[in-house]
């Protein structure tokens, strides 16, 4: 069985000592083994990075700049391929795996603007012939530690960027689905990135705790589950770097009455099912606000969801894939099972879809719960599977509180077309990324990602500008110069002091 | 003896169960004592924060900025009054006080900005017929913990910003100096600002360890000494909080053989000594390279320190005035003890200075001390009193090595009339500020101040564009209208769905 | 009778060969006479900003920014008798008039911000040690030619930011209402402004034509009528100054059928009739989409015109005061009788209005008129008088269609309530600057101001950060070293070549 | 023989009622025909680009950018097929051809940050609930009007700037060489841009005018000549359209007594001569500073001089080519005989070269001129060959008062290893485009392009944030949405007035 190893300093590195199963989640069957880091496999590919910096930080902006046009060129060439790997590890259908590769590319390409980024601020006569000027220099090394649910995606809003700011890179991706990051290197390799500026380790909590105290790392980028993302920020910080830790959500998206409700169905179908509901964007809670309306999307909602399919990624006719794990998909029929005992009422059961040739495979059909409330264990925790829930709301200012309380606030949404109803929602809910009648309000790669409250932990968002400044630090530098005589023509020696 | 006590919600706070001497440390009598908050005093000023965000948070930021309009009004108004009380407690000169001051109004005309600097980014058709933007709202209620060494300018660094930008702010100044952020609190008041927006606690580490752990208190910003900072960095971070803790520094000025000897020697003179050397960016070490350009400088400097003049800050013909507590004194003096036991040359001693008529001040006179090399205690660590070590190196390169091996990385300069020895050293020098022929690097108030190394934790530097990214949070909006038949016209009456 | 003069190089001059009346247009009276500049005292005003502007150029922007704080807080302390000043000339109420200066200082407020303003853009390694940098330079000196309707806020828009920028500045104010600005002229100078740096020139013909040829002048802005803005645009331009010249409007508002009927005739009653339609942002013409949405529209907003109080600025109660002259208002009277003619409804007559005491005063009434249609007079051009029209559309469509085939493009707005209706509106009109439920959608101070079409010659617009742009150019840095053997330290002695 | 003829609306348009000769100027023969475009023809391309406007202005910018992150694939696909139809018709070597085609590819690559350079600015609370943004939005239809010497470089400045802000372009490219524009055309055809987004016509002063008059066109950019870009200045602002219009250059390089006399020689080489002096930013003038610098300047020149090879663009050993005509090589000739005439000194005289093979070519070749003049015809006027004058000044700012005396203001060099030298002559030099130790300063394309006084007509720059300015008008946006009853819920009916 073949063995995922890790990329260390233009090298394929496949030694182990341990490794891990890797499972095709349609089939349920171990497929690879990943290799799983030593401390002394993370600290090499550390040193690596570290060796590289030296020449890599001095290279012009725009001589990166071109590595990342040319890396973009190689993506879309190998988008097909990319995506079958993500489809083989994770289960993602090809359309799903595609639409998260763009979304990477995106990020790709706000990095070819580096040169435009990287711009300081200069001032003159900040005193009497006196100049200042601030340059935004790279950090060193920096690692990333990225979740099995975008094995594409969330790597890509990383390693571009901190790479294109001049900083080297060590990236651990989830060994649940690790293929794809190291074919990223071999990409990035060919477009023509010198050895060591871009590492790959595979690896559990012994690489993660290697990258977060190891000295020669200045700074973390980490996408996972909150607890994991508070441990990591407060291991990070505690160790003298910079991080920023993007956590869990439960985004809610708010139903108004006068909303158009074909359109709020729609749209709610695909940001609660696809991908399984395994993104921390997935909009898993409905809040209708009045029972009229609450009526009509559960009629309209239980409709559409009879079209939605449930199957491997090798049929792109297929609307989502299984859930990652065994074990996960234990957890997520759990909580649907936990939403009926606590008094919610389960509209449309997904559990233990038939899906034919596929029978071990790891699937959850499109799940729809009504009647749910505050304190239902459904309600709040992250499911992270498809399962939507409907909340049922007396009011809006009801409905925002409830958003408002949660410990989440990655993302939301309002269905409504009241110009009054958008703007007194988006001023003053509690969540970082808010859609106006659109369910899934990432932001686009040239504006940046980032939750509120236990979401996110650290000052700056993810990619585009925040991750420019993430990536960067400032240098000040503050200039006057002492007449020599050499201006003054007096003589044309040099002067003597 | 009077006691100074605290702001809370617009209200002076002087009842204390504890207190603590506030000393007048040119004569060495305590002249005061400082209330010490309790816990729970400190938790009335974070709730009364906590309330006035909820309005303070939706003013418009030209009605903050208006307020920071009089407020500067009110300082230059005020300046001869803030000044003496900086001299009383803390036993600056008032020339030195005044300047001190002026930087910190800088900073409030900086915050007058705030309109401006507050705009987020706004885009067209991120997706077909879908815009976005971000805006960047206040976080809510932040702390600032400052040293006693800026009374005045420290807290101007952080509260004008955090505020202006929609923030509402807990100070704990030093419990040394206290009485300079209590009258800053009052003339913000007259200048306009409604109660519980400004806050000032009084304390000692109960407090400290309030701010960092209280839920309420979003984010956290700190200078001090290196070993605090790393403190308050990983405890804020630990809790959650956003933080940016500044700490200690020892910055090296390189003088070339090249350099404007007299210029140099004017410039360290201030750099060096100025505040009893008690600044962060004081220029403490001078690295010469060549033996020529040692001699001259030790003769020049040596000649040019006859001139110094310590006393008291009621007389302000004095250069500069005693360190801050008779234990910092005697520190100081250990530090020039500990230089010549290890070997180094006391050329200028300037321990027990005469002070007429204040025998018992904690003055320590100008020292030069010549022969310092890497490894001397009073090389590693940071002295914080007016001592000048000059280390002797052979070449530049061996210089910049040594500042790039120091743990600090603060400010720096260098002092040479060629262009390409500035340009290689700023570009290659590992520390956040730097001087070209320029010995005390502080950014103006529209850049920002930020070391690197152990000189700041954090990713944003202070006050300027730094300044306000810290201070507010990013906010997306995504938006897109479906037809409601409003535009249409064909019907006029509401739509049903 | 008392002669309003100039203001040249810090001194009042007041000799003049030529004079023009200045009227009281309340009374109809004659109250003062105008000097009208010979191009020879043009020319020396222009001398005089020209050696000003030697030393003001190299002044530091902070301390020019600090002259703007000053002047603000002298703003504020002259505001009565600023308003009193127009009101005696132009016509306009007190509190019409303090609305207009507090603009005005929002000008000055964005000019404080100018350190941040003129920062420019640093790249590092733009080649192999290379860096290069731009800096916004000021261009020398600068003309401003402004209109009777807004005598204090329109130079308020120019001159703050053009004298922080480093510029020198000759203002030619409305000859109809000079005394504003000369009073301006008085409190920059106490507000520490050196002489030259602020100079107006009171005139006619001769003085716009000597600014628009002297090539000393290195850029002209504009504000008044089309005709003259494109004769300013053209001429200046063909003398190789950059030139903005903002002209005249036609600003149309849409009524939705779905908009707050009570909110919309409340804006509209100010927008259209404040200080008697001579803004070239005011509304005049409401398309009423539907003609149950005209009838309702008309029916309101000729109840509220029942309340409209014309008469003299000396009462602070009336709501707006006469027009600036008899010509103008016959002019005005003349549009109202040709719609008359031309086909249209007189709902509200307002021609010669009584007004007791004031009976030679140049009045005119708030006019409703119905039936208005493309083609009409009063519909193609700009009557800049207190006149509604009211033009009845049957689609949105159609309403939008009008707008954008009309010649000027400076503001329009669109009552609705719906997201989507604005969202169209905002994105396919034609027009600079756009309010969705906001009648005068004039931008803040730190936004900037600029119409379409015909509205505006020139690619910058004013204020603002288009202001900023305008009143610099850019210079642009490349610089790269080469090694002296000072760093090197091989040598300490001045290389040979 | 071929016809060089338009392109538009995706078509090449061959059909001519005139045509004009095209050289090869290394032969001195006729190569092919070009079309000469009538009115009509110019119309119809201008009528091409007004259809097109209508969708490409609604097409997200960054699916613009996307067709430019593929035109520059195509670019560097197809870069010697470009540079040799460069070579056949401008005469110029391959090296240098390259050299053009990087700088414009550059320009792609800056385009391709449309979506990060068209956001506008987002004003939350402006006023109570009011917001406010800014949208930078396109034009519509823009021409540019580009020279002979760079036919890939200054066309590739404007055009994908441009069309990336999402405007349709005309280009009318010199009818010297105008076949490079034709390819370029093509390749964004392939590239994907739709049809009629970008059309070429070739044409004379017909065509030229056609553009500065045609209302449906908004803006022109030129490069040319002085006299050329002040009546197109004049001629399109006065059609009320915006202009940049880009004119002639006189660069000095001052050259210190402290100058690496071997970089400077080498630098200037490459400066003076490249591409035969045909260049707006060629260094024509150096100022030696003292006799000594000139001395051994013209002695170090003189020297290198000798390794100048002249010859076609068939043989890349060649340094540079001929010049574009044979009356433009008279002229030169002419130049270089009225120096002589008018007492300069010919030290190297490059008239009338061997260049087997080319009898009949176009060249001249590397010429040194000593002790030049200010008044001398060659000094005051634009040679535009290779033709290097050399200037002697006692005093540094002696030679910067004759720099600040020329007409022309394009660019500027020093060579100096003094760090104030090099401050006080950028700062104090009235150019745009300066370069320390730099001979030739063009601004990198995320920087922008600019001369001052007569080299540059208009107040925006050619590419970079100038560009994107240029190529954008805004639209300032101001909401406020009055309360529907829909978030309060009250009712859910839509609620009448």
């Not at 690879?32 to 496999?41: F, G, L």
């Not at 000295?215 to 996972?224: L, T, W």
């Amino acid at each position: 069985m073949s063995i995922v190893g890790h990329f260390i300093n233009g090298k394929t590195v496949d030694a182990a000592e341990r490794t891990q199963d890797v499972f095709n989640p349609a089939t349920g069957e171990v497929s690879k083994q990943v290799a799983i880091a030593a401390k002394d496999t993370v600290e090499e590919a550390v040193a690596a990075a570290s060796e590289a910096y030296k020449t890599w930080r001095n290279t012009q902006p725009i001589k990166r700049a071109r590595i990342m046009f040319k890396f973009k060129q190689l993506l879309e060439d190998n988008a097909e391929k990319i995506c079958a790997l993500i489809g083989e590890e994770h289960g993602k259908i090809s359309h799903d795996a595609m639409g998260e590769l763009t979304r990477g590319i995106e990020n790709v390409e706000f990095a070819c603007t580096a040169p435009q980024m990287l711009k300081g601020e200069h001032s003159r006569n900040v005193g009497p012939d006196i100049d200042s000027w601030s340059e935004m220099q790279p950090l060193g090394v920096v690692a990333g530690i990225t979740p099995f649910n975008f094995p594409a995606m969330v790597p890509l809003w990383m390693f571009p960027l901190a790479i294109v700011c001049g900083n080297t890179f060590v990236l651990k991706p989830s060994e649940r689905d690790p293929s794809c990051a190291l074919l990223l290197a071999q990409l990035l390799q060919e477009a023509g990135l010198p050895d060591g500026v871009f590492n790959v380790v595979n690896g559990d909590k012994v690489a993660v705790d290697t990258l977060l105290t190891d000295p020669r790392v200045e700074a973390v980028s980490f996408v996972g589950s909150t607890p994991i993302a508070e441990y990591v920020y407060a291991t990070a910080s505690a160790n003298g770097k910079r991080c920023q830790a993007l956590g869990g959500a439960k985004n809610h998206a708010i139903i108004m009455p006068d909303a158009d409700m074909d359109n709020a169905v729609a749209a709610l179908t695909g940001a609660a099912f696809g991908s399984s509901g395994e993104r921390c964007m997935a909009l898993s809670v409905a809040v209708c606000v009045g029972d009229e309306a609450a009526d009509t999307f559960i009629d309209k909602m239980s409709h559409a969801m009879k079209d939605l399919k449930v199957g491997a990624y090798t049929d792109s006719s297929n609307d989502f894939g299984p859930v990652i794990t065994e074990a996960h998909k234990n957890k997520v029929d759990g909580y649907i099972a936990s939403a009926a005992e606590q008094g919610a009422t389960i509209v449309v059961d997904g559990r233990d879809p038939k899906v034919a040739g596929y029978e071990n495979g790891f699937f959850v059909g499109g799940t729809l719960i009504d009647q749910v409330k505050q304190g239902m264990t459904c309600y709040e925790e992250e499911i992270f599977g498809p399962v939507l829930l409907v909340v049922r709301a007396e009011s809006m200012e009801q409905a925002m509180q409830m958003i408002n309380d949660h410990e989440y606030g990655n993302g939301t949404c309002i269905f409504t077309r009241d110009g009054e109803a958008a703007r007194y929602f988006s001023d003053n809910i509690l969540v970082g990324m808010v859609g106006i009648n659109v369910p899934l309000p990432v932001p686009v790669a040239y504006h940046s990602f980032g939750g509120w409250k236990r979401s996110l932990f650290g000052d700056l968002g993810a990619y585009g500008p925040d991750g420019v400044r993430f990536y960067t630090k400032r240098k000040t530098i503050t200039q006057r110069w002492p007449s020599s005589g050499v201006r003054e023509g007096a003589q044309f020696s040099f002067p003597s002091n």
